[in-house]
């Protein structure tokens, strides 16, 4: 027994040393074998200083353009914004190798001066890889994961037969409504707070802060294209950039203080059973440190879901109208279940496979985030034989359009979920249509687009959406005063 431990130990040291020195000699021997391989080809810079930036910033969809140069590259492109490199993979099999296989090296962000100014780092979805975005992610999958998710259900469903009402009252602000449900289903989840109808205090406040979320990538700061002026003092002239900054920068602080705030007082009088994720894991986020990083994810939750689930709801809409066919298939499998007597429940999903599909390929249709949100590396790497230098990935392919590795969105079960359920209570008690002129003559529908940056949005459009029988319209209201 005596002489195992020292001959152990021998073989360990021996190992470690090895490793060591294999380690060593694998830097000293990749690291400038790398930047000698060639650099994915890509478009010539309009620039020698900000290299490819203006395509890039001001083509508008610029995801179409990315396939039109593919043609010409090939899957794996390179280009450069200023000093930062930019590599546009236009396959799914390449997003999958990097972001996925190789995620240890591809899951940070690239994080623009100006949204740090404005404090959009503490967003989940902005953070660079590293211990604040593990944790700030422990939290959404904790709180998101299938099961977790199946809690929400309850809320959901009281949330969408408010916005089916709203739909019977005022279908022209169709729009308002998806919004207003997306909000108060994710403010309700994560704070308890039940949003009013409309001009809700809360909703006014974490609105108050998107303006900034959009701007922050935008070219028109210079910041961001030279980073060194982030220092300069905001008294100083040209520095309007900071005072924007600064304010919204508050405006971030106070959103989610008020938010927290609210639920971690409203729970011990609310009485209805139901603890948001604010409250729940409030008692195991004590430190200061995890305090702000509880508090800073449960604000990431409004700004990640609330734009792609009223979209992607949005986009459902339109697709109804421009392919009727589906809609009746859709609206014929419905009420083969539910008879017309009553509204599909998420029960009912086994038995509707048709709107199963259905919502699968409204998701896929048209993607919000074309180009996902850009992953950044912090290594250099070798791939396919070329030098893929530290810098940002943009996945052009649309086949995941819930992200990548270890980035992928935490709340696309909760998204689903919500999407799902719009879809077959809408079907069963609307019709979604052209409008008519005075004439009866259907006017034609077209759909615009957001076209600048990273989201493509549908922009607000005019549509048909009556009840489909006297029943539909009696069980929203029963629904309703229900509630
Ligand atoms: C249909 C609705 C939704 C769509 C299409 C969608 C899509 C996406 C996409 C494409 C990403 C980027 C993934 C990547 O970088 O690889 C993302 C990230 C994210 N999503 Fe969603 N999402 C939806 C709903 C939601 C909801 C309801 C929540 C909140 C509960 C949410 C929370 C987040 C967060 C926190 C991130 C950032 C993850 C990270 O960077 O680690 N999303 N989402």
């Not at 152990?8 to 090895?18: E, N």
Request: overall charge positive; charged content about 25%.
């Amino acid at each position: 027994m005596s002489t195992l431990l020292p001959d152990c130990t021998a073989v360990v040291l021996v190992l470690s040393i090895s490793a060591v020195v294999s380690l060593w000699a694998l830097i000293w021997n990749t690291q400038p074998l790398l930047s000698k391989l060639p650099y994915p080809p890509g478009p010539a810079p309009t620039s020698a200083m900000s290299g490819n930036r203006i395509q890039i910033m001001s083509t508008p969809c610029v995801w179409r353009k990315y396939k039109e140069w593919a043609e010409e590259y090939g899957d794996i492109m390179y280009l450069r914004s200023f000093r930062q490199p930019v590599i546009v993979l236009n396959s799914f099999e390449d997003a999958v190798e990097l972001l996925e296989k190789r995620s240890r090296i591809y899951s940070s962000r690239s994080v623009s001066p100006m949204y740090k100014l404005m404090g959009f780092n503490a967003n989940t979805a902005i953070k660079e890889y590293g211990p604040d975005w593990r944790k700030h992610r422990r939290i959404f999958q904790q709180s998101f994961k299938p099961d977790s998710s199946l809690e929400y259900r309850p809320i959901q469903t009281r949330k969408m037969y408010d916005m089916l009402y709203g739909f019977l009252n005022t279908p022209e602000d169709f729009e308002a409504h998806i919004k207003t449900l997306a909000g108060a289903i994710i403010l309700f989840v994560i704070y308890g707070y039940d949003v009013a109808p409309k001009d809700d205090h809360y909703v006014k406040l974490v609105e108050s802060t998107r303006p900034g979320f959009g701007l922050g990538l935008s070219p028109k700061w210079l910041v961001n294209s030279f980073p060194a002026l982030r220092h300069i003092p905001s008294w100083f002239p040209g520095a309007g950039f900071k005072q924007y900054a600064s304010a919204m920068s508050e405006r971030n602080i106070e959103a989610r203080e008020a938010t927290y705030k609210y639920a971690m007082t409203t729970l011990a009088s609310s009485g209805n059973g139901y603890k948001p994720i604010a409250c729940s894991l409030s008692d195991s986020y004590t430190s200061p440190t995890d305090l702000r990083i509880l508090k800073e994810a449960a604000a990431s939750g409004y700004g990640a879901g609330v734009g792609t689930t009223q979209g992607t709801i949005t986009i459902f809409i339109e697709a109804m109208i421009l392919f009727p066919d589906a809609q009746k298939k859709a609206q014929e499998e419905i009420d083969r279940v539910t008879r017309g007597k009553r509204l599909p429940e998420y029960d009912d999903e086994g038995s509707l496979p048709y709107i199963q599909a259905l919502v699968r390929e409204v998701v896929r249709w048209k993607p919000l985030l074309p180009l996902c949100l850009a992953h950044a590396n912090d290594e250099d790497d070798m791939y396919k034989g070329y030098y893929i230098p530290k810098g940002i990935l943009n996945d052009d392919d649309m086949t995941y359009v819930f992200g990548f590795g270890r980035r992928i969105c935490p709340g696309r079960h909760l998204g689903l979920a919500t999407v799902w359920l719009a879809v077959a209570t809408i079907l069963a008690s609307f019709n979604l249509r052209r409008r008519r002129d005075a004439s009866g003559n259907e006017l034609p529908l077209n759909v615009k687009y957001t076209e600048y940056g990273v989201t493509c949005y549908p922009l607000p459009f005019e549509c048909s959406i009556t009840p489909r029988t006297d029943e539909a319209r009696q069980l929203i209201l029963e629904k309703r005063y229900e509630a």
